[in-house]
Nanobody, 118 residues
Framework: QVQLVESGGGLVQAGGSLRISCTFS????????MGWFRQAPGKEREFVAF????????IYADSVKGRFTVSRDNAKNTVYLQRKSLKPEDTAVYYC???????????WGQGTRVTVSS
């Protein structure tokens, strides 16, 4: 059974840093891209970051570019999202997802909540 488990969320002050992780199990990981998304209260889920299967390619939403860094450790089946200079508007539930062969995201985690206080 495929499972993605996010961890590392919590409360952080504005300007602070926090790294969240996502561990994949129950299927292949290293040959697929991974993505991070977030959903703020009252808003639709939005794209945050993408990382290719090898980790050499990454894409970021404009709102997080320069502040967030996505990385992966294929030996651990884990993808990370390092966030710095956090803002209150970064408050959201963060989800990771594994890509599929057709370019969509096939499997999703349950999310980890991050709250940035001003």
């Amino acid at each position: 059974q495929v499972q993605l488990v996010e961890s590392g969320g919590g409360l952080v002050q504005a300007g602070g840093s926090l790294r969240i992780s996502c561990t994949f199990s129950g299927g292949p990981f290293s040959s697929y891209a991974m993505g991070w998304f977030r959903q703020a209260p009252g808003k639709e889920r939005e794209f945050v970051a993408f990382i290719g299967w090898s980790g050499s390619r990454s894409i970021y939403a404009d709102s997080v570019k320069g502040r967030f860094t996505v990385s992966r450790d294929n030996a651990k089946n884990t993808v990370y999202l390092q966030r710095k200079s956090l803002k209150p508007e970064d408050t959201a539930v963060y989800y990771c997802a594994r890509g599929s062969s057709n370019g969509s995201f096939e499997y999703w985690g349950q999310g980890t909540r991050v709250t940035v206080s001003s």
